[in-house]
């Protein structure tokens, strides 16, 4: 079954530490895979997107995201998170000739002064 | 440009009463999402529009819920009989066309409370 796995629910990180939020997929190919940031009361936005070629793709705000085929994973990093960054963070993947988006469970980020 | 208009923000009913949710996708958008997302929860697909192909309302998850989209552009979504456990974060997201490729963009939601 298509699924996607964020197996942290909470990480907590001082500010300008860096940063590392996991997400697995499973999938029989390579899905399209999206990263998106949701601040307390307001909607998703986008953070970045992986289609194909270069496995790290580059996203707004100082994030990236690593494509690792062999282990299923599409990781959000941060190397010096700012207090602006506390939110929850959603994985997500779609696969061709589908509109439908799986999402993870999120992992909610605390950022300590 | 305009985002995705969602109203209202927040709507507290009682158990049993009707609701109705709006979504004002962005101009040009053919295609509009409407998902829930509970506490803790991920968001949870409902249904799904692309211009004027009949929906796919395969997520909605009782015969309470309903949704339209008129002239192919604003949607309604409509929980009849409110249940205590369709308290939830509503969230309304368009894209221009139905392919992977082009990424969804997200309202606001609507914090439904029902007491």
């Known amino acids: 079954a298509q699924s996607v796995t964020q197996p942290d629910i909470h990480i907590t990180v001082s500010e300008g530490a860096s940063l590392e939020l996991r997400c697995n997929y499973s999938y029989g190919a390579t899905p399209y895979l999206f990263w998106y940031v949701q601040s307390p009361g307001q909607g998703l936005q986008l953070l970045l997107k992986?289609?194909?070629?270069?496995?790290l793709v580059q996203g707004i705000k100082g994030f990236e995201a690593e494509f690792k085929r062999s282990q299923s994973s599409f990781n959000l990093r941060k190397p010096s998170v700012h207090w602006s960054d506390a939110a929850e963070y959603f994985c997500a993947f779609a696969t061709s000739g589908t509109y439908k988006y799986i999402f993870g469970t999120g992992t909610r980020l605390k950022v300590l002064a | 440009g305009a985002g995705v208009s969602q109203s209202p923000s927040n709507k507290v009913t009682e158990k049993g009463k009707d609701v109705e949710l709006r979504c004002d996708p962005i101009?040009?958008?053919?295609?509009l999402y409407w998902y829930r997302q509970s506490l803790g929860q991920g968001l949870e697909f409902l249904i799904y529009f692309q211009g004027n192909s009949a929906p796919d309302k395969s997520g909605l998850p009782s015969d309470r819920f309903s949704a339209e989209r008129t002239g192919g552009s604003v949607s309604t979504l409509t929980i009849q009989r409110t249940q205590q456990e369709d308290s939830a974060v509503y969230l309304c997201?368009?894209?221009?066309?139905?392919?992977?490729?082009?990424?969804?963009?997200f309202g606001d939601g609507t914090r439904l409370s029902i007491l």
């Open positions: 992986y289609f194909s070629g270069d496995t």
């Open positions: 101009s040009g958008h053919t295609a």
């Open positions: 997201a368009s894209s221009p066309g139905q392919e992977y490729n082009q990424p969804q963009h």
